[in-house]
């Protein structure tokens, strides 16, 4: 099945810091998500994106299909950024709302 | 996109019991799909439930362990059977209501089995 990574899995940044999550795909997709989960668990979704570019204030996100990867960028970090970010995609051949999910960039942003 | 409702957000409960955690989505939707996390692990799909008849279920779970009802287009109950301690997750749903939006997640269900 289709593979999904995830870097750095973890990372801590200054406040007001910027960074670059990188979510690598091993074969053609059909659906590309950014997820933000907060401490409680909740699961929020940042970016639908299969090919192209995004923003949404701070946040913006890349997905290159071609060369199956997508990043997603997060500039002035704020703390209440901290969490878990989760790329996931849905392949071609498998089935509807069978999400992969990678196994998420941990960041911390620190006061 | 939708907007998913979920409840409980969170239980501790006794092993042997079982949980019912039900999903309200604010517009029809054909399929809800029911996820798994595991402590400080990724999520992992449950099944598929569409209306109207019986639930798909992934490699690995079973409909007596999760049952699962699906009565109408909105709504949607995972139920979690004869909990153990390893049962002790959280469990979300999710639906897809646009071409454009991807999928949404409830605010999940965190289970922690005693």
């Known amino acids: 099945g289709i593979q999904v990574e995830q870097s750095p899995p973890d990372l801590i940044l200054q406040e007001g810091a910027n960074s670059t999550l990188r979510c690598n795909f091993s074969d053609s997709v059909n659906n590309l998500q950014w997820f933000h989960q907060n401490p409680w668990g909740q699961l929020i979704n940042l970016f639908y994106i299969p090919s192209g570019t995004k923003q949404n204030g701070r946040l913006s996100a890349t997905t290159v299909a071609t060369e199956r990867y997508s990043l997603l960028y997060i500039s002035s970090s704020q703390t209440t950024d901290s969490g878990v970010y989760f790329c996931a995609v849905e392949d071609y051949g498998g089935s509807q709302g069978n999400l992969i999910f990678g196994k998420g960039t941990k960041l911390s942003v620190k006061p | 996109s939708a907007v998913i409702s979920q409840k409980p957000s969170r239980d501790i409960c006794q092993r042997g019991t079982s949980l019912t955690i039900q999903c309200q989505v604010d517009s029809q939707v054909t399929m809800m799909f029911w996820y798994r996390q595991q402590p400080g692990q990724s999520l992992t799909l449950i099944a598929t439930?569409?209306?109207?008849?019986?639930?798909?279920?992934e490699s690995g779970f079973v409909i007596d362990k999760f049952p699962i009802s699906r009565p109408n287009l909105t709504f949607s109950t995972l139920t979690v059977s004869n909990m153990s301690p390893e049962d002790s997750s959280i469990y979300l749903c999710s639906a897809r209501t646009g071409t454009n939006y991807g999928y949404t997640f409830g605010s999940g269900t965190r289970l922690t089995v005693v």
């Open positions: 439930a569409n209306q109207g008849s019986e639930a798909t279920y």
